[in-house]
């Protein structure tokens, strides 16, 4: 019995350690307030920006420090705390992916959208404009090693036609301490002819980024890839550097004209095998024959001959002596 009881003790101890997570520290901001902080220096990040005034940098920053005033937080405790989060990764992701939500959010209470970013959310798979990402829309990248890259491959298939153009973009967001931003992006389009066209950027700023992948009017896609890269890292991990991708879209746009006449094409393709595979009848007369190039054969009263194989010669249908 004492046996038994000393089992069903360990195990239960065993569940709780596995079930309960470490609680952010006391002193650090505890993750819903982070996620109210964030949400606010958001917007005020994006008015400093729609000010566009000259001294941009100086508006930026003064808009954070009334977001501070606003939650009683000094500037200590929130780098504090970033530097908290930035060693606990797996809390602050979740924490951007609720600030990017509610954001979206506000925006359609208010009959508008984030930036241009959201007028091709609309869009549906086909169509000549058309939203084809199927990867995730969010992520967080750090300069460090296998967390200072996103690689994708976006899949090619027989929707993609000659001349199509692509956009890749995305919201970033840089929380950086010191340093030169230094994130590329890169797309690489492979054709047919194994020619390759690569297509890159470089994302020094927060905000919306976008990437054009111009149009090969000769060729058709076969591949597409590409990646996201953080630079600028360290040895210092105290170091706050961190960069929050949201609402990424690739969008492909048809050039209609070639597309109209790729499809013309097949469809006169088309129609011509199915005129070459396709059964012919024909009426032959009562008690005709039909010359072909197998010879004289006689047609049943009332029937009708069907040809299954190309002739090069038209078929002649004569009448037979009385």
Same mark, same amino acid.
């Given at each position: 019995m004492k046996h038994s009881l000393y089992i069903l003790f360990v195990v239960s101890a065993l569940a709780m350690l596995v079930g309960?997570?470490? =609680?952010?520290?006391? #002193?650090?901001?505890?993750?819903?307030?982070? #996620?109210?902080?964030?949400?606010?220096? =958001?917007?005020?990040?994006?008015?400093?920006?729609? +000010?566009?005034?000259? +001294?941009?940098?100086?508006?930026?920053t003064r808009y954070f420090q009334a977001v501070l005033k606003k939650y009683g937080v000094t500037q200590a405790e929130f780098d504090s705390s970033l530097v908290y989060y930035y060693g606990h990764l797996e809390r602050l992701q979740p924490i951007y992916i609720e600030v990017n939500e509610r954001l979206a959010d506000e925006a359609k209470m208010l009959g508008t959208t984030i930036g241009s970013i959201s007028r091709y959310s609309q869009y549906s798979a086909s169509g000549d404009t058309a939203s084809i990402w199927k990867d995730r829309t969010d992520l967080l990248l750090i300069p460090r090693p296998t967390m200072n890259r996103f690689d994708f491959t976006v899949k090619v298939d027989t929707s993609f036609y000659k001349g199509d153009s692509f956009m890749f973009q995305f919201m970033a967001e840089y929380i950086w301490q010191s340093g030169t931003k230094e994130a590329t992006v890169c797309i690489v389009t492979k054709y047919e002819g194994d020619s390759i066209i690569q297509t890159s950027n470089h994302v020094s700023v927060s905000g919306i980024s976008q990437i054009r992948v111009p149009a090969n009017h000769k060729q058709k896609l076969k591949e597409m890839y590409g990646f996201i890269y953080l630079g600028g890292g360290n040895n210092d991990e105290t170091t706050r550097k961190m960069m929050f991708i949201s609402q990424i879209q690739l969008i492909r746009f048809h050039n209609k004209e070639i597309k109209d006449e790729t499809s013309k094409d097949s469809i006169q393709t088309d129609s011509l095998q199915r005129g070459v595979n396709a059964p012919r009848p024909m009426s032959v007369p009562a008690g005709g024959r039909i010359n072909g190039r197998g010879g004289n054969q006689p047609i049943p009263f009332g029937a009708r001959a069907v040809e299954h194989r190309m002739d090069a010669r038209p078929n002649r249908v004569e009448k037979l002596p009385r």
């Open positions: 309960c997570k470490p =609680s952010v520290p006391s #002193e650090i901001i505890q993750p819903g307030d982070m #996620e109210d902080i964030l949400y606010d220096y =958001s917007i005020a990040q994006a008015m400093a920006m729609e +000010n566009g005034r000259e +001294n941009h940098e100086y508006e930026r």
